[in-house]
């Protein structure tokens, strides 16, 4: 077995088709005719403008108008007027159009390629495809055709464009298996809006795979099985179906009211990272947005982005969910979230360090912009304002009293705003959790963040494997640490929801039940699946689980009595 790592889930089975770097293999020379040679070239740019004009028409279809725009950025990575002039200034030397080109993307790339974050990389491979798009061109080499790959195709490629991407008839490719790309690749984030299995980083895959031999990917374990034997084929065709069939059962629940068997009614909303995310959430009846991550607006620009631009994605949001609640979360930066220009300088304990909250309530130009920008969008929806890494009182009440002012701020300036907004905090430290009383004061809302939660309560880095037997949101620890916050939440009269990821695991759901959470913030695919869990408990059932696993002493024994209760 091979392993890489898992970026779009779902079981693939089917036959590799090996999409082989075509030869862009050419020998220099030296053009006499300059003025030529530089319209050969701009007239390969026209063409590939027109192609990648197409490419993208065709990925607006299949995949949506925001997926359709990295295409587009190829085109305005070729006519940047750096490249162009520098390119014509090569020619102009007596350069042929070829070796100029080759050699200013290569300069990008080399550039683009030793930054240190993910984005800033991806430029890389975005020069890479428009460098081989237009070398094609000259060459008169003719591209794979992606749109003529028969059904059951596992696509098999070093690295796959975007470009490619928008050639995917989405009928036919079951899988996808690069050698390069993360999470975060561009190719990654279409192949998951497309709902393809994908692996990416799969070592020496080209290499060790064949055409036409049969393989087996999971895209949420990253695992790869190539020519896989009759009992691992029995297996995953087993499992595949068994997904295939859970999801089609799940759609009974879709349109439906997230409700307990007796009748007591849940928000079940999502957790997004991006504006259009929003769509997505809608699209998997999610009934708002409980958790929108900010920092990824942050982490897509090389600048603190403008209190317009946030305003412009924020308001997005808000539209898109049509007066659903959307709860926005200020800026939470530092631990395992870094943004390079911030310059966060380097910490010895960075997830003890200064971030989030800390960082904002330091930097308050940043964090004025930030609420600015969310107070005037919430004239256009149901906006909330949520504070993470809250650790006590005078954090609420400074955030709480800067966004009072700057209310009055946009009322003198005669700028719509809720005047409304409810300002609520994450729970996700343990200190929060042993002061809920005193923050459900000065709080409108909590929710609960179990991923850091778990981390600070059980002093456990949720990224150290070594650590990692410690780091489980079912420790008895982290169970009491929830309920005395939901309590907490309870007494004051205020929702308590929980947007970490344990919201959706069907062990904890009875728990939470039992405790009185009032909302479940999950990611979008999850939300049929936790309808359907929470439609499955009464209130009298999850308190006779609850009072059970409050009285056990480990984790071990908290897993082990769950699964006996749990289907
Ligand atoms: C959490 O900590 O549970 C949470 C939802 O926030 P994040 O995962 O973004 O830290
Ligand atoms: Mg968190």
Same mark, same amino acid.
């Given at each position: 077995m091979l392993k890489g790592i898992g970026v779009s889930m779902g079981i693939g089975i089917g036959k590799v088709l090996l999409i082989e770097d075509h030869s862009l293999e050419y020998t220099p020379r030296t053009v006499e005719d300059t003025q030529a040679e530089t319209r050969r070239f701009q007239n390969a740019v026209d063409v590939f403008c027109v192609n990648t004009e197409k490419h993208a028409e065709a990925l607006k279809i299949s995949a949506g108008a925001k997926e359709a725009e990295i295409m587009l950025g190829h085109i305005s990575i070729v006519k940047d007027p750096f490249l162009l002039g520098e390119v014509e200034k090569l020619i102009a030397g007596g350069q042929c159009a070829e070796a100029a080109f080759e050699s200013m993307c290569d300069m990008f790339i080399q550039i683009f390629s030793a930054a240190e974050d993910d984005l800033t990389k991806q430029r890389a491979a975005d020069v890479r495809d428009v460098k081989a798009g237009v070398l094609g061109i000259l060459l008169g080499v003719t591209e794979v055709k992606l749109s003529d790959a028969p059904a059951g195709t596992v696509l098999c490629a070093r690295e796959l464009t975007p470009s490619m991407i928008a050639e995917i008839n989405k009928d036919h490719i079951v899988g996808i298996l690069t050698e390069t790309g993360s999470t975060t690749s561009h190719s990654a984030i279409l192949a998951r809006v497309l709902e393809i299995p994908a692996v990416m980083s799969v070592p020496e895959i080209m290499s060790a795979a064949e055409n036409g031999e049969t393989v087996i990917l999971d895209g949420s374990k990253g695992e790869v099985i190539l020519s896989p034997d009759d009992a691992q084929l029995g297996l995953y065709t087993q499992r595949q179906a068994k997904q295939l069939q859970e999801r089609r059962e799940l759609e009974q629940f879709r349109g439906k009211t997230t409700a307990s068997a007796d009748g007591t009614v849940y928000e079940l909303v999502c957790n997004i990272g991006k504006p259009d995310d929003a769509a997505k959430a809608m699209d998997c009846d999610g009934e708002g947005v409980g958790l929108f991550r900010t920092e990824f607006l942050f982490m897509d620009k090389t600048s603190v982005p403008s209190e317009e631009e946030q305003f412009g994605e924020y308001k997005k949001a808000a539209m898109l969910l049509k007066g659903k609640p959307l709860i926005i979360r200020t800026l939470d930066i530092g631990g395992d979230k870094d943004i390079p220009y911030l310059g966060l300088g380097k910490e010895e304990n960075p997830f003890m360090g200064f971030r989030a909250i800390r960082y904002c309530l330091k930097n308050r130009e940043l964090f004025r912009t930030q609420l600015r920008a969310i107070?005037?969008?919430?004239?256009?929806? !149901?906006? &909330?304002?949520?504070?993470?890494?809250?650790?006590?009182?005078?954090?609420?009440?400074?955030?709480?009293?800067?966004?009072?002012?700057?209310?009055?701020?946009?009322?003198?300036?005669?700028?719509?705003?809720?005047? !409304?907004?409810?300002?609520?905090?994450?729970?996700?430290?343990?200190? &929060?959790?042993?002061?809920?009383?005193?923050?459900?004061?000065?709080?409108?809302?909590?929710?609960?963040?179990?991923?850091?939660?778990?981390?600070?309560?059980?002093?456990?880095?949720?990224?150290?494997?070594?650590?990692?037997?410690?780091? &489980?949101?079912?420790?008895?620890?982290?169970?009491?640490?929830?309920?005395?916050?939901?309590e907490a939440g309870r007494n004051q009269g205020i929702p308590v929801g929980m947007c970490g990821e344990a919201a959706a695991d069907p062990m904890m759901i009875p728990l939470l039940i039992s405790f009185g959470l009032t909302e479940f913030s999950v990611s979008a695919p999850s939300v049929l699946r936790v309808r359907k869990c929470i439609s499955s408990w009464t209130k009298e059932k999850a308190d006779a689980v609850a009072e059970k696993v409050i009285s056990l002493a480990t984790q071990q024994e908290v897993k082990d009595y769950l699964r006996t209760v749990v289907s």
């Amino acid at each position: 077995m091979l392993k890489g790592i898992g970026v779009s889930m779902g079981i693939g089975i089917g036959k590799v088709l090996l999409i082989e770097d075509h030869s862009l293999e050419y020998t220099p020379r030296t053009v006499e005719d300059t003025q030529a040679e530089t319209r050969r070239f701009q007239n390969a740019v026209d063409v590939f403008c027109v192609n990648t004009e197409k490419h993208a028409e065709a990925l607006k279809i299949s995949a949506g108008a925001k997926e359709a725009e990295i295409m587009l950025g190829h085109i305005s990575i070729v006519k940047d007027p750096f490249l162009l002039g520098e390119v014509e200034k090569l020619i102009a030397g007596g350069q042929c159009a070829e070796a100029a080109f080759e050699s200013m993307c290569d300069m990008f790339i080399q550039i683009f390629s030793a930054a240190e974050d993910d984005l800033t990389k991806q430029r890389a491979a975005d020069v890479r495809d428009v460098k081989a798009g237009v070398l094609g061109i000259l060459l008169g080499v003719t591209e794979v055709k992606l749109s003529d790959a028969p059904a059951g195709t596992v696509l098999c490629a070093r690295e796959l464009t975007p470009s490619m991407i928008a050639e995917i008839n989405k009928d036919h490719i079951v899988g996808i298996l690069t050698e390069t790309g993360s999470t975060t690749s561009h190719s990654a984030i279409l192949a998951r809006v497309l709902e393809i299995p994908a692996v990416m980083s799969v070592p020496e895959i080209m290499s060790a795979a064949e055409n036409g031999e049969t393989v087996i990917l999971d895209g949420s374990k990253g695992e790869v099985i190539l020519s896989p034997d009759d009992a691992q084929l029995g297996l995953y065709t087993q499992r595949q179906a068994k997904q295939l069939q859970e999801r089609r059962e799940l759609e009974q629940f879709r349109g439906k009211t997230t409700a307990s068997a007796d009748g007591t009614v849940y928000e079940l909303v999502c957790n997004i990272g991006k504006p259009d995310d929003a769509a997505k959430a809608m699209d998997c009846d999610g009934e708002g947005v409980g958790l929108f991550r900010t920092e990824f607006l942050f982490m897509d620009k090389t600048s603190v982005p403008s209190e317009e631009e946030q305003f412009g994605e924020y308001k997005k949001a808000a539209m898109l969910l049509k007066g659903k609640p959307l709860i926005i979360r200020t800026l939470d930066i530092g631990g395992d979230k870094d943004i390079p220009y911030l310059g966060l300088g380097k910490e010895e304990n960075p997830f003890m360090g200064f971030r989030a909250i800390r960082y904002c309530l330091k930097n308050r130009e940043l964090f004025r912009t930030q609420l600015r920008a969310i107070l005037r969008a919430s004239a256009f929806g !149901n906006v &909330s304002i949520m504070f993470p890494l809250i650790t006590c009182v005078e954090e609420v009440r400074e955030g709480r009293a800067l966004v009072e002012k700057l209310k009055a701020e946009l009322r003198a300036e005669g700028i719509d705003f809720d005047e !409304n907004i409810k300002v609520g905090i994450m729970t996700e430290t343990a200190a &929060s959790g042993i002061i809920a009383d005193l923050l459900a004061r000065e709080s409108d809302f909590f929710s609960i963040g179990t991923n850091d939660l778990t981390g600070y309560t059980m002093a456990a880095d949720r990224g150290n494997s070594d650590v990692s037997y410690l780091y &489980s949101a079912l420790q008895p620890s982290v169970l009491r640490m929830i309920r005395a916050i939901i309590e907490a939440g309870r007494n004051q009269g205020i929702p308590v929801g929980m947007c970490g990821e344990a919201a959706a695991d069907p062990m904890m759901i009875p728990l939470l039940i039992s405790f009185g959470l009032t909302e479940f913030s999950v990611s979008a695919p999850s939300v049929l699946r936790v309808r359907k869990c929470i439609s499955s408990w009464t209130k009298e059932k999850a308190d006779a689980v609850a009072e059970k696993v409050i009285s056990l002493a480990t984790q071990q024994e908290v897993k082990d009595y769950l699964r006996t209760v749990v289907s």
